[in-house]
């Protein structure tokens, strides 16, 4: 049976070649379908074409545009040939480059020499691999010419005319695939062009959020390296400073976890023959490899640590330079020049937190300065203790201050000891302002002012239903003054059977509502007054002795208003002008004599009386004179002070406490001085002076 092809009758032999053919380009379609990647097509195409087509190595030559050359970009040929991808020849001189310009096959025999005299260096190569013949198809698309497929024999041989046209079908094939190849690998490369972009520029913004931030140029430092790493990878970062006195660079902060330790921060670094210094002085980015880093003065320690490469980067700011950047790599590795590009965009933004910190640095120096200047006048003037309504000028009221300002930034327990009216409650809020908890609550509680049976409830709470009337649950003090500070006043009325739960908070800072069984953790630091001698009472088993040592921690006397009579004055002048702007009366002058004899008046009362009595007078005064009515002020008995001591009596009470408890060592860590907390040279005089002496 005989096949007609375009009207041609065609022999066996011809409709099986053709047949053949036809399978072979099908079978070439299913595998460009199947394979992505242009050397394991060829592959493929080496095993099925051979078939058809006889030949031993098959190649793809592709035409550069941007270098005018073609270039071997894939081959498949015996395991002996010394050709290998990558070969590169002028477009005259391949003939892949004639067939690409005229785009017609072409067919060389190679020992035809006066022949193929065109391609000089091609055809030494194609001999010494033994290629006798060698044929050549344009690879074209309707949009584009791509290069050439060349095919070869070891053996001399003439393909005919329809192996000619068979390889084109292929190569017509192949060039879509190519194409097709070309556009989804540039695509790629748009692509990772477009990461690489988003990914510096989110570089740049994490540096911006971090420039707005961090805290010091440290946490600053470590979160910019931290993030460069992601796209620029280094081992070492450094911030050095520099110093215009000395010409010379310091390294300020250092970032590089394998150190060694021969590069450390505070290092000084000199500008002439460094490379830092080539960047401050050039203001342009510095590249260095490890043949280069010979060459300055650090050599020795950088090679100890490992350092191969690197990038110095100056920080200029407003024309002024600061300082240097500087990354460096353990690799043998130049930085390219996009990481050169992020990196100098890097430390521009860098050089703006570096001059804001160097300014930051200026005003806090100058603050601190002005500070101690404050400090060294408040040493001076004695009357700048700043206590609110706390007035005063006498030798007695300063040391109290004094006391206070020690003692008040701790969280220590505090009792104040003094006579009624004495201003004990003004002390607790002064403590309060002084400490580090004066931004929460001051809560106080008069524990002689609420009944026995309710005073628990008070201090510590309770829930609904715990007792008789309890029909809300109610939050306690203690739960209030959380982070803060509790002032109980009179605390030496509180009955013996709550005294067990107010040591335990005291101790262990918590306790449990009335009603409940939740244990409650608070913060609270407590500062406790009393007008009564618990000392006695622990004597007389009214107070608890754990409870009271536990108050006793540091004890403030209060002096009496009669021994710091020189504050008189003061505090007169004081109530007269803050009652007379309250009641709109022109008081100007307070007469000589009511100002002695108030001055010299006893004030059992103390400053709660003064206030009183003032307040009154101001009432009573019809014009610009304070009108004092003296008449009102008794004379003081001779059995007026019996039930009060005085200062120094309960001072030296207190001094002879604290020495039998230290076994009357004076000095050292745990004598009496420390826990006193003055000098050894202080208490001893006044020992002396209040007459205490060692008994033998």
């Known amino acids: 049976m005989l096949d007609v092809v375009n009207g041609q009758i065609l022999s066996p032999q011809e409709a099986d070649l053709l047949h053949s053919q036809y399978q072979a380009l099908l079978e070439i379609s299913e ?11 060829f592959q493929d195409l080496a095993q099925r074409l051979p078939r058809i087509v006889p030949f031993d190595f098959i190649n793809l030559v592709l035409h550069d545009p941007t270098r005018e050359l073609m270039r071997l970009h894939t081959l498949v040929a015996p395991e002996t040939s010394t050709i290998r991808p990558g070969l590169e020849l002028p477009i005259d001189e391949s003939p892949a480059g004639l067939v690409w310009k005229s785009q017609q096959p072409l067919m060389i025999e190679v020992e035809n020499v006066a022949v193929e005299s065109r391609f000089p260096k091609l055809i030494p190569l194609l001999r010494k691999n033994d290629v006798q013949s060698y044929c050549v198809v344009p690879l074209t698309t309707a949009l584009r010419r791509l290069g050439a497929m060349g095919f070869g024999s ?11 046209d068979f390889m084109q079908q292929v190569a017509n094939q192949v060039a879509v695939a190519l194409d097709n190849a070309l556009n989804f690998e540039q695509a790629q490369s748009v692509q990772q062009q477009l990461k690489e972009e988003h990914d510096r520029l989110r570089l740049l913004l994490d540096v911006n959020n971090t420039i707005v931030s961090a805290l010091d140029l440290r946490e600053l430092l470590n979160a910019v390296s931290a993030s460069l790493r992601r796209l620029v990878p280094h081992e070492y970062a450094s911030l050095s400073l520099y110093d215009a006195e000395t010409q010379r660079l310091q390294i300020h902060v250092l970032d590089f976890p394998a150190s060694k330790g021969l590069i450390q921060e505070g290092l000084w670094i000199p500008v002439e023959g460094t490379p830092h210094g080539r960047a401050l002085t050039s203001r342009q980015p510095l590249f260095v490899t490890l043949q280069e880093i010979e060459q300055f003065d650090l050599t020795p320690r950088i090679r100890a640590e490992g350092l191969k490469s690197g990038c110095f980067l100056p920080l200029i700011s ?7 950047l500087v990354v460096a790599s353990l690799q043998e590795e130049t930085f390219p020049q996009k990481d050169a590009d992020l990196l100098h965009h890097v430390a521009n933004q860098i050089a703006i937190a570096v001059e804001n910190a160097l300014s930051y640095r200026q005003v806090v120096d100058r603050a601190n300065k002005l500070s101690e200047e404050r400090l060294y006048l408040q040493d001076e003037i004695r009357t700048e203790y700043n206590f609110e309504e706390i007035i005063g000028e006498s030798r007695a ?5 004094e006391q206070l300002q020690t003692v008040a930034p701790t969280d220590s327990t505090i009792l104040i000891l003094g006579e009624t009216g004495t201003g004990k409650e003004l002390i607790a809020r002064a403590i309060h302002n002084l400490s580090g908890r004066r931004e929460r609550t001051l809560v106080k509680v008069n524990c002689a002012a609420i009944p026995t049976g309710l005073l628990e409830s008070e201090l510590f709470g309770h829930e609904k239903g715990a007792f008789t009337g309890a029909i809300t649950q109610r939050v306690g003090r203690f739960e209030l003054a959380h982070r803060g500070t509790i002032f109980l006043d009179e605390v030496g009325d509180i009955a013996l059977e709550l005294q067990p739960k107010l040591l335990r908070v005291l101790q262990e800072q918590e306790f449990e509502r009335l009603g409940s069984a939740r244990t409650i953790r608070v913060d609270v630091r407590l500062v406790a007054a ?12 009214q107070f608890r002795s754990d409870l009271y040592y536990r108050l006793n921690v540091f004890p403030v006397v209060i002096p009496p208003l009669r021994e710091r009579r020189e504050d008189i004055p003061l505090l007169v002048r004081y109530f007269a002008q803050k009652y007379a702007r ?9 007469p000589t004599k009511a100002m002695t004899t108030l001055s010299e008046y006893h004030w059992p009362g103390n400053v709660r009386e003064l206030e009183n009595f003032i307040e009154r007078a101001v009432i009573l005064s019809p014009g610009a004179d304070l009108h004092v009515p003296l008449s009102e002020l008794k004379p003081l008995t001779g059995n007026a002070t ?13 001094i002879l406490k604290i020495l039998r408890q230290t076994n009357w060592i004076i000095g050292g860590r745990s004598g009496a001085a420390t826990q006193l907390g003055m000098q050894r040279s202080t208490l001893q005089s006044r020992m002396k002076k209040l007459g205490i002496a060692r008994p033998k």
């Open 318 to 324: 407003h024309g002024r330079p600061l300082g240097t």
């Open 397 to 401: 009221l300063k040391m109290i201050l």
């Open 642 to 654: 019996n039930g009060a001591k005085t200062l120094e009596g309960i001072e030296r009470e207190h």
């Open 530 to 541: 009393t007008n009564a001698d618990l000392a006695q009472k622990v004597a007389q088993n």
């Open 154 to 164: 070891l053996q001399r041989k003439s393909y005919p005319k329809a192996d000619f």
């Open 582 to 590: 309250r009641m709109k009366k022109p008081i100007e002058a307070i």
């Open 31 to 41: 595998a460009i379908a199947v394979h992505r990647d242009l050397n394991e097509l």
